[in-house]
């Protein structure tokens, strides 16, 4: 549940862009790095203080600085006022509960996503927002933990490979924002393995626990929905709109990771759809467990009862009842009660009951 | 119930811009205060006639003028004319049924929003309508009762906390908004607690109370949209259209409200695709319950009626039964009894029964 | 059923624009009557013949011609040609199926609705189409039946009462319009109060013929919304659309009547919620009643068939029974048949069945 | 099934435009004829081959040549090469498949429909399609089988009844799309009828039977929305685009049937939501039946299982059971166990299950 | 499950352009083959490199390039260097789970499909990616897998049949889309003859298997509107836009394939709508195999406990019963027990439970 919601009550009643962390604290300490680079030269440096960052808003290069924990409010402040960021850009960084989106400030661009990891240990989907600003020399990411899916960027700045280092912040933005999505499809694997286990599981053991499993799965795919849904729409708005920041060769690129996020959907769709139907097999397993006990039920009462009934007609005490006496007698309703039984088997046999 | 529907049926039959509060009768008294500020000067005061205002109408300060209580209508009125209100706004302010809305007057805006309050003790939720009108150097509020979400605004005019004193009307009216959507989200949690203490309840427990109980949650989201999804709509024009009331420094902080809303609407739809699967956790719950009476009563009827049977059967008075007079029979049939309680057993045991 | 289709079958195979009256024959008679106004002066008068009314085409003040009755097709005929209305208005006019709409034929309007009446005594809704059109000296409305919800309109002419004595024709269509929509509220409130009276019955006592209520309701439900949500559409096309037939004045007027649909169209979407949530708790009810009657029939079977096991065995006939012969055994078997039957008891009061 | 899907296979592999005739096929001859005629003159002729009609293309009076049959290729390859027909249109002919379109050929119009009829023996809708070409003299109808819905057309041309003999070709199209329209009305009263006739049934005997009869009116009413509501798209293209093929005269007609089409989807939406109420009260109906079912063997049970173990204890054959020597001992057992049998049935009767 | 997500993990971190096969590994070989024809000439090859092909970009005849296998990833490096092809299109094709989609790249044209086959064997469809490439003089198809759908075409430039030899790449386009559009309707009607045999299979033969077999349906079709769905949009796209690459009269087939997707996504929903009423009958089924068994416990029940509690009477040992002693009573009980007997099997049969 709590992901569904971080207490935003916290904020009400104060002005809009008063800076406070909205979300779990995460992390203790705000920790500042940066990579620069240009088609030559690569630079990569951890520093303490905000202001180190400040002469990269002016390099022709391309930067790209990294703010990973966001308890520390006077670096955002700091970082705000020197590279004119608008305050509640400030604060939708902070409020960890944003819907992904795409805001243009014409000098820069802001993006919200969210970074969604799969916890091995607890099996549970958590999420990061990752807020990202697009300016002409800088791409300014900020992460609500340590540890993110970029490293593989990193490699790609510092060795040179691929195109990354002939092409400018709008591909660096363009990179992050792929990274995140292709960490989409890993979240979906697993999601997708979670139903095939359930398949069997659900027409031979449907228990309650089973059905809170499948809502659980529900759930995140509602989770996945809504991370997913307004980043499409973001990134469209992204790719379609003339800007200065974004070259054409980089929109190409942006409608590849558009295409990514419209399978994702698909997938999640497809998912939704095949939850249903879990849920229908489900029902209806619980229904044929009930079938089937009631059938057990009334194949014991309906043999046994009549023929209890035979008995207890000679248990009567009656003292003129001449069946009584006569020495076959016994045998013969033994005979009677072995055919009445036998028969009632056949016939639900019959009905295909048994 | 009735707060879905109020009295439109009094109206009938009037000519369009008639005069009468539909509603429920909230408050006695009409109560007239406005706070005057610009920069430098605030100035706060509760007036008892409505003609105390009208010198606010040409000051070029900001003035805030808030009516509480709808019962007199001759306050509307004279209000009306003297601010050259359109008699079917003052109708649409009387008639508290009103779905939030925004209507451009070319002179003047009119907004209508709904003010959400939980009550602790009833645990309900209750609506009140705010209407607001924008003017070029007046917003005017009218709300139904005493008590509002708008205190913390109030302080930050006094002390001139935020940017509030710098700015015109337009960003009063944006306060004003986010205030009471801000408050919604308190809201939501309210709810969300109520669905999360819900989930074990209804495995263990699924009686119809608790389904009336979720109905009821139902009904409190249709509800919230139906407060929340129109107002979308209505930010949405507001801060799109280009207007001289509304500055574009303004727009920003709107398109932020309008971020709120969304998230808002967001949650609603999660909070129903929860509670649908409450629903279903708790038909299958109610199944379950069936399905385990059932097996109780199917394990003791296959297990006696058959026993019954077999004690019936020496119970006869055949006067040729060789069994009656072995001396082990007696014992040998308390075995094969106990063989056949104990083979059943295993047997149910087997099917996962028991 | 009859309401939701009339006999179109009538008129198959005639050509269009053929003049046939296609609708339950509501009533015998047809009467024409006019109320003729302008700021100064009002005439009303009650004519035998549509000849009569000949002369109020081309008067400057504004004339309300009211046919009411459509069974003498002659009278459309003669209107029609006098006052240039096209063949299929005049159809459509007969054809008391339409759906509510708007249609623009340049020098007239041409307004389909339907007038909604509960009627107390069959506890029903019915359905009368009202034609308007609107010419720029005269309204001409059509009726199927006698008594309506225009009399406060009539009231407000005679009277002088409101502005509508001072404003044109596109007032009038306004005000009749407005007045068949605010009767709908009406309607409204009605159903409201059924679905609330529905509410614990259902629980109480789900029995079929609560449901074929309920879906009565339901079809209610749709048969409002078919009369309402056309009509959204045409006084949608009706106050955007510029024309000079409609003044700038009314079109504000007819926004508020827009806005009335829209509350109505919500009013009935949140009951059809409501209804749907009565079903879900209807079928749940039914489970629940049919859990008791098997907890009811388990909890006696369970007892008693363990104990008429424990009877029957000491009824058994064997030589060799040492029990039977123990004085005390009788009402040791009587405590523990009443130790079976308590423990079971307390088993199933903890298992909450009793 | 076979309705929905037509052997496409068939085709497969072959080049477009290819003419085979796709469809069931259900008449051996083709039969050509035409009614040529203007405001003074009728001319009607069955003609042997289509060589005959060559000349009408160039007359200038209105031609309606009707091809009745589709084995025969032959004809419609001439018939399309000498009015220049594309290939593509003639193919569309042939496969009787089609969905409802209309598609602009600039020198003429190409409309499909599909005609429907009720056949009273087999209750079953059967469908064929009527393929129509507008060019500025004729209209080429083609129809699969023998008897269509048209007669009232050929009368109103032969005795010049109605406007039909002063218009164009243009006005005979509609004359014919709108023949076909008028006719759906007559399956949809006999769909009401059965609906209608199911309502009592369903509450009744709610067997399976009933239950495959109501999905089979589903199905039939899915078949009648596939073919309308392409039609409701394809008319409105028709008369919303400028053409100097379609009159604006003509126009005007259009829209009527336009709204006949949105009338027909209208009522198949209602008919839906009545089908999808009788699958409810046929679900509850089966629910309650069981009930019922439950509740005749819980009372016997709940009556007879406690009797029978009174009876069984004073049929154990202990040697000291004091009270067998009572004599009063046996009539007071049976006023107990009635005691107990009535005790029982008031209490079922309390709980309303008697 | 596994046809609805293939690996895209093993992409994750690797810069986007880089070359990897994604998907099941098909087939070992690469094979290469082309035809080249004219109005007056075909030429047809199977070469072993790809740059055997590079003449074909500049002749003035029109070029089929046919790539059969993925493996092979230096192939499609080399052919997109020489047909400046973008590497983004190279990744698409090699990640063999996109969406059917069209890409406009100016000089070329990138379009996606399906190809979708019905394995006789497995009664499973399988799903290979074709990619087309559209350049003004070449048409490059890739496809996973040795077998395809293409054969009559093939045929169809080697015989010269039909209009394809003296038409445009462009047409050559249309010709392979529309051979694989057409074989889905094979793919239909095995689905559909699927639904058919279901139908009486789910009322006699309720069971979980039965289910199961129906939600594999269900997800052939979501299977299979992902396909055609995106297919759709991309060929309404192909035909729409104007373009130097599609000549008009090519739009005019696009237009046809685009007709017979709409077809398709048609029936798709109605076999939808059908497997759906299926599900319902399954579900009622299933409650009346239940009904019928708990008829049969009811019936026996009732019958038998009744008259065991009259033998049971007769069994106790009181010693002053005076009816034992009576002759005529034993005969008189059995009348008794048949009378309770017929009477209840009258009652039920009067119920129509027999």
Redesign the interface.
């Known amino acids: ?1 709590a992901r ?2 971080k ?3 916290k ?8 800076l406070i962390h909205i979300g779990d604290k995460k992390t203790e300490k705000t920790t500042i790095d940066y990579i620069d680079y240009n088609t030559d030269d690569v630079q990569e440096k951890t520093v303490d203080r905000i202001e180190d960052c400040y002469p990269l808003k002016q390099s022709k290069s391309v930067s790209w600085i990294n703010i990973t924990g966001l308890e520390d409010v006077s670096v955002l402040e700091k970082m705000g006022s020197h590279f004119d960021i ?1 305050p ?1 850009v400030l ?2 960084i902070l409020h960890t ?3 992904p ?1 795409y ?1 243009d400030y014409e000098s820069y661009f802001f993006v919200i996503l969210k970074m969604l990891r799969y916890d091995d240990e607890s099996k549970e989907i958590t999420s990061e927002q990752v807020s990202l600003i697009l300016t002409d020399t800088c791409v300014i990411s900020f992460q609500e933990l340590e540890g993110d ?1 970029f ?2 960027i990193r490699d ?1 700045i510092r060795m040179g ?4 280092r002939k092409m400018g912040t709008d591909y660096l933005l363009y ?1 992050l924002i ?2 995140i999505v ?2 989409y ?2 979240i ?2 697993k999601i ?1 393995e979670k ?2 286990g359930l ?1 069997d599981e659900v ?1 031979d053991n449907p ?2 626990k089973i ?2 499993y499948i ?1 659980g799965l ?2 995140d795919m ?1 989770f996945l929905r ?1 991370s997913i849904w307004p980043l499409r729409e973001a990134i469209n708005n992204l790719y379609k709109n003339e800007h200065h920041l974004i070259k054409k060769t980089t929109g ?2 942006l ?2 990771v558009y ?1 990514h996020t ?2 994702i959907i ?2 999640v769709e ?1 998912y939704r ?2 939850v249903s ?1 879990l ?13 089937e ?6 194949i ?3 043999i ?6 035979i ?11 001449p ?5 076959w ?2 045998p013969l ?1 033994w005979i009677v ?1 072995c055919a009445v039984g036998i028969i009632l088997l056949l016939y639900f046999r019959h009905k295909k ?1 048994m």
């Open positions: 549940m569904f919601l207490k935003q009550s904020k009400s009643g104060l002005p809009p862009g008063t608008h509640l604060e939708d509960d944003q819907r989106k805001e899916v490293n593989a790609r490979k691929g195109r990354i990179a792929d990274a292709d960490h499809f890993i979906l694997e997708g139903i095939e398949e027409v228990t309650p059905l809170q809502h529900k759930r509602i809504k190409i690129f409608r590849d295409d419209i399978q698909d997938t497809t759809d095949m139907g849920l229908d097999i489900y029902m209806s397993s619980v229904s044929n467990k009930m079938n006990v009631m059938k057990v039920l009334t014991f009462a309906a046994f009862i009549p023929l209890t009934f008995a207890g007609v000679y248990g009567m005490n009656f003292q003129y009842m069946e009584l006496a006569i020495p007698a016994y309703v009660m009951w």
